[in-house]
Every structure is written in C-alpha cells, then in structure tokens.
C-alpha cells in the first residue's frame, strides 16, 4: 500500500518562506521521479514542481521560478519544496505525488495524469 503524507503548510505572510516536507512509503522512493502540485479554489490542479528519481532533472512552473525550490533525500523517503517571497497567489492546497512507473521522466510542463499516487495535501496560505 503506497501511501504519501505532505507537512508543513500554515498561514505565513506576503514576503515570508516556508518549507513542506512530504514521506512516500510502499515504494521504492529512490526509483520514482516525484511532483508538487496544487490547487486554489475553484481553479484547476496546477503542476509546481517535479524532480527526477536521482535529481539530476528538475522543472518549475513559470510562476514559481526563482521563489521556489524542489529537492529530495532518499535515504529519508523525504521530498521538499522549499518557499521563499510567498505571494497571497500562492495560497493553495499542496499535493505530493509519485509518477505512475518508476524511472520515468520527461520534459515538462507535467499533468496531474503524470501521477499515480498522491497524498491528502497541506494548506499554505499567504496574507497580504
């Protein structure tokens, strides 16, 4: 049973950092490249952030280029994004998610349908 648990979420200021944190088990996490997405209310699931199985390959959403940055531990089955200068438009709920089949990557932009096991999500939002 895969399952994939997000952290890290919370209420921060416009201009402050923030890191989320996310653990995969019941894969071979080191095998699997690994995405963050999220979602406002009432718009559609937005692709963020990916990152391959070994990080050699990394992608960023235009919006977040230069604010936000992806990296993973594979000893700790740990993925992170790690957020600075937060925005209010970057208040969203946070997914973690594991591509479909292990050792698979390819040029973004990525699709939800990338992805085959997810977590429940954490919320971040961001006051003005």
């Known amino acids: 049973q895969v399952q994939v648990v997000e952290s890290g979420g919370e209420l921060v200021q416009a201009g402050g950092s923030l890191t989320l944190s996310c653990t995969a088990s019941g894969l071979t996490f080191a095998r699997y490249a690994m995405g963050w997405f999220r979602q406002a209310p009432g718009k559609e699931r937005e692709g963020v952030s990916c990152?391959?199985?070994?990080?050699?390959?990394?992608y960023y959403a235009d919006s977040v280029k230069g604010r936000f940055t992806i990296s993973r531990d594979n000893a700790k089955n740990t993925l992170y994004l790690q957020m600075i200068n937060l925005k209010p438009e970057d208040t969203a709920m946070y997914y973690c998610a594991a591509v479909r089949r292990p050792t698979w990557w390819r040029l973004g932009p990525w699709e939800a349908t990338d992805f085959g096991y997810w977590g429940q999500g954490t919320q971040v939002t961001v006051s003005s």
């Open positions: 990152i391959s199985w070994g990080s050699s390959s990394r």
